[in-house]
């Protein structure tokens, strides 16, 4: 049975194929980027059916996303903190798009029950939306 840092590894190298990262995932388990709400971007996806309509959504704006300096910070059995980077061109805006994410997560069964990821919401706006920052609806 796979430990939260195997999941966490498997998941940075299946992410370009999202039916192979979302497999991952338990029935319930879920991926949530809460800062994405900001941008009004629907920020859980629950079960692998969901997740991997998610994933797919974002290699379709980004088809080279790939991440780069992995570094994990705190793990035990069920749990691991790491920060992941990515630093490609997207596909629709033909912008740089770098950022740092940092993700905690939590395995239970040898899935991933959790994963919640944070992200610079302004470098993804700049980089993924026709407008930029611009394109963010004023509250």
């Not at 994405?36 to 998610?54: C, D, Q, T």
């Not at 035990?76 to 990515?86: L, P, R, S």
């Not at 740092?100 to 302004?122: C, S, T």
Request: proline content about 6%; hydrophobic content about 45%; aromatic content about 10%.
């Amino acid at each position: 049975m796979k430990n939260a840092k195997e999941l966490l590894m498997e998941y940075w190298e299946s992410f370009p194929t999202p039916a192979k990262a979302a497999a991952l995932f338990a029935s319930d388990g879920v991926l949530e980027l809460p800062y994405l709400e900001s941008m009004y971007v629907p920020p859980r996806a629950k079960g692998p059916e969901a997740i991997e309509k998610f994933i797919g959504s974002l290699m379709s704006l980004i088809p080279d996303w790939k991440f780069t300096n992995k570094r994990i910070f705190m793990e035990d059995g069920n749990q691991v903190f790491a920060e992941y980077e990515i630093h490609v061109i997207t596909g629709h805006t033909k912008r740089q798009y770098d950022q740092l994410f940092f993700g905690r997560l939590v395995a239970e069964n040898g899935k991933i029950k959790l994963l919640r990821e944070a992200l610079n919401v302004v470098k993804a706006a700049q980089a993924m939306l026709k407008n930029g920052i611009d394109d963010i609806p004023k509250s």
